[in-house]
């Protein structure tokens, strides 16, 4: 398959797992990860229509979404990476949603820029449903108090949870965490589910699915 016979199969495959879940069509956005895939390689899933995109690192993105978005108006641009506070600049001017919000530091930054270049890209918070230690996100029994604290504290309006499941692990109990979490806090966005495991997200109620080698291939 080339890369737009692979974005067709995806979609494809997340409408019939819509169908299965008795949710309704286009329900479960899907975010294209272009992440080390370069313009030239990302310019084809745009021509077939793809608009949501998503990237894990600001300076790599800035590289080629400041041109890429200049021709194309409609992209919408997601950070689904690490964020540190002095990229925080950087990442309100390109990105239209920052899912990786998961400190008091980080919020704090992001509120500070929005007030400055008067721009609010839509947030989410990034929750560390495995505990790992080496991954980022809010521990799940924090993620209650975080977000109060984003919105009382800082005014910030968050839209939604996050999560990357620990690799060797099923995700299914992980996205049903984060769904109940995001039930908790009135949060109506989940952002759940990969390449290997996005027909599932989208059982457990994804609102979007960040898929990239499934359609890019192999980084
Ligand atoms: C790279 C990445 C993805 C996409 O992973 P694939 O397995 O290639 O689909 C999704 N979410 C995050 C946070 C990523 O960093």
């Known amino acids: 398959m080339d890369i737009e016979e692979r974005l067709q199969d995806v979609k ?3 409408a019939k797992a819509e169908k299965y879940a008795r949710r309704p069509a286009g329900s479960a956005t899907l975010v294209a990860v272009s992440k080390t895939f370069d313009a030239d390689a990302i310019r084809p899933v745009i021509a077939a229509g793809q608009r949501v995109f998503g990237e894990n690192r600001v300076q790599e993105s ?4 400041l041109e890429l978005k200049a021709e194309t108006a409609d992209i919408e641009l997601h950070l689904i ?3 540190q506070s002095n ?7 390109l990105f239209d949603v920052i899912e990786t919000v998961d400190r008091e530091k980080i919020a ?7 007030g400055k270049q008067g721009k609010a890209p839509k947030l989410y918070v990034q929750v560390n449903t495995g505990l790992e230690p080496q991954k980022a996100g809010i521990a799940p029994k924090e993620t209650a108090a975080f977000v109060e604290f ?5 005014g910030l309006s968050i839209e939604g949870l996050m999560c990357i499941p620990p690799a060797e692990e099923n995700p299914g109990p992980h996205f049903a965490l984060l769904a109940k979490l995001a039930k908790e806090c009135g949060l109506e966005k989940l952002s759940i589910g990969m390449s290997g495991d996005f027909e599932t997200a989208v059982e ?9 080698s499934a359609i890019f291939g192999a980084r």
Not at 62 to 65: A, N, P, S, T, V
Not at 87 to 93: L, V, Y
Not at 150 to 154: A, E
């Open 108 to 114: 704090r930054a992001l509120a500070e820029e929005m």
């Open 81 to 83: 990476g690490p964020l």
């Open 62 to 65: 800035q590289g080629k979404w």
């Open 150 to 154: 984003c919105r009382k504290d800082l």
């Open 204 to 212: 457990f109620g994804a609102t979007s699915v960040r898929v990239g």
């Open 12 to 14: 494809g495959k997340i």
């Open 87 to 93: 990229k925080a600049a950087d990442a309100i001017a």
